[in-house]
């Protein structure tokens, strides 16, 4: 199997990095898994203090991987996709290690579900970030469960909305990152050096107090976004949404069906 996640452990940091150009680390199902393992292993490792997750390339993670053929029927596909993402979403906040997102370049769609779902962010000056799904025809419901608890609601209504793009200084005063920085590398070897004053005990168990509210959001509207983001994929207005786009022209818009509408 092709490695799409670097694992490497350094003192007390172990080091998730994405590792698939090609597709801009799209979360295709084996980059996925490879990350649900890499996070196990930082876990099962009692010398790790930290996980940082960083990218190769200029894109830190554009999303679903669109290219990976499904069969059978393409609601039900599509809502295993979804559930996949929440799964990990879910992964990274449950983790109990902090989890640093180190950024410099392109976020979008289940990208800055990633970013949410870590502890710590860290953005560069490549960094840029856009939720385009509302463009579409769709929207940003599985990722809902870790950016509204950081975004302002202002912020989120925003972007949500409009899918602009916006960089790392606008992303961390809107509490999408928890900090812009010039030198990536540098900003977050002091966090890890902080964080690893920590004990494995003490860092868990703040972790849980900062993401009791998160979780609890998982249990309860986790399912139903599923459903609702399938129902959205799988809609009329997404199909010719995501032609137009990749036929490069403006979407020609039809009127919802009744049974289209979440």
């Avoid at 799409?4 to 898994?33: F, Q």
């Amino acid at each position: 199997m092709e490695t799409l996640v670097e694992y490497a452990v350094d003192g007390n940091v172990a080091r998730l990095t994405l590792n698939s150009p090609k597709n801009r680390n799209a979360l295709s199902s084996t980059l996925v898994s490879q990350l649900h393992q890499g996070l196990r292993d930082a876990a099962a490792d009692t010398a790790v203090r930290v996980v940082v997750l960083g990218h190769t390339g200029g894109t830190f993670c554009a999303g679903a991987d669109l290219s990976e053929a499904s069969g059978g029927d393409p609601f039900d596909a599509a809502a295993a996709r979804a559930r996949e993402l929440a799964a990990l979403l879910r992964a990274i906040v449950e983790s109990p290690l902090p989890v640093i997102a180190a950024i410099d370049g392109h976020v979008r769609a289940g990208g800055l579900g990633l970013v949410g779902a870590c502890d710590i962010a860290v953005a560069g000056p490549r960094s840029s970030f856009a939720l385009t799904e509302a463009r579409i025809g769709v929207a940003p419901a599985i990722i809902s469960l870790t950016l509204l608890p950081k975004m302002s609601a202002r912020a989120a209504a925003r972007y949500y909305l409009t899918g602009e793009k916006f960089d790392a200084r606008e992303a961390a005063a809107i509490g999408l990152v928890t900090l812009a920085a010039d030198d990536v590398d540098a900003a977050v070897a002091t966090l890890v050096a902080e964080l690893g004053l920590g004990s494995p005990q003490g860092l868990a168990a703040s972790k849980a107090l900062t993401t009791a509210a998160v979780l609890a959001g998982f249990d309860r509207d986790a399912e139903r976004l599923s459903v609702d983001s399938a129902r959205l994929f799988v809609s009329d207005e997404a199909r010719e949404g995501m032609l137009a786009f990749l036929q490069k022209r403006p979407p020609r818009w039809v009127p919802p069906r009744g049974d289209d509408i979440v």
